[in-house]
Nanobody
Framework: QVQLVESGGGLVQPGGSLRLSCAASGFTWHTYAIGWFRQAPGKAREGVSSISSRNGDTYYADSVEGRFAISRDNSKNTVYLQMNNLEPEDTAVYYC???????????????????WGQGTQVTVSS
């Protein structure tokens, strides 16, 4: 049974940093993609970043390029999203999602993902 558990959200001031974790289990870490998505109140869900098992390919939305970094620790079955220079516009519930099996380059369309976590709240405010 696939499980995705996000953690690391919280309240941070503008310009601050947070690191989100997505602990994933219940599948074979060979062909997969894990993505981070977010949804702010009253807005549609949007893709933030993803990483694929295909050469560790990564992808970032324009809104976070240069500020966020996605990485994986295969020994811990965990994917991280390091978020720096946070802005109030980054406030949202952040979800991790799994596409499996998946052999392509890092995707960022939510329809490509099969499993979703429960989400973690990130609030950027002074």
């Amino acid at each position: 049974q696939v499980q995705l558990v996000e953690s690391g959200g919280g309240l941070v001031q503008p310009g601050g940093s947070l690191r989100l974790s997505c602990a994933a289990s219940g599948f074979t870490w060979h062909t997969y993609a894990i993505g981070w998505f977010r949804q702010a109140p009253g807005k549609a869900r949007e893709g933030v970043s993803s990483i694929s098992s295909r050469n560790g390919d990564t992808y970032y939305a324009d809104s976070v390029e240069g500020r966020f970094a996605i990485s994986r620790d295969n020994s811990k079955n965990t994917v991280y999203l390091q978020m720096n220079n946070l802005e109030p516009e980054d406030t949202a519930v952040y979800y991790c999602a799994l596409a499996h099996p998946f052999t392509g380059w890092a995707p960022l369309s939510d329809h490509e993902f099969d499993y979703w976590g429960q989400g973690t709240q990130v609030t950027v405010s002074s």
